[in-house]
């Protein structure tokens, strides 16, 4: 059973930031692709960044810049670094493997003004 855990977020000021972990376990970390998404309450959960297996990564427009994702496979981990955060950055977000149902409970952000 797959089993996602993340982590690492809060309440910061704009411009501020965080970096989010996510751990997973019960699945072959190495050759999948990771990604994060976000969430708030009544919309959809949106795609925020990926990293394929090679490294290879994908941001969407308003995160590029500020944002870096990252996976250290030996610890089954994948890091968000955000920077320069905005209010509008706020929301639960959760990481996922590419091509598998499974979330975590996600974490929640809060940038304040």
């Known amino acids: 059973q797959v089993q996602l855990v993340e982590s690492g977020g809060g309440l910061v000021q704009a411009g501020g930031s965080l970096t989010l972990s996510c751990v997973a376990s019960g699945t072959i970390f190495t050759n999948v692709g990771l990604a994060w998404y976000r969430q708030n309450p009544g919309k959809q959960r949106d795609l925020v960044a990926l990293?394929?297996?090679?490294?290879?990564?994908h941001y969407i427009d308003s995160v590029k810049g500020r944002f870096i994702i990252s996976r250290e496979n030996s610890k089954n981990t994948v890091h968000l670094q955000m920077n320069n955060l905005k209010p509008e950055d706020s929301a639960t977000y959760y990481c996922s493997i590419i091509g598998l149902p499974d979330w975590g409970q996600g974490t929640q952000v809060t940038v304040s003004a």
């Open positions: 990293i394929r297996s090679d490294g290879d990564t």
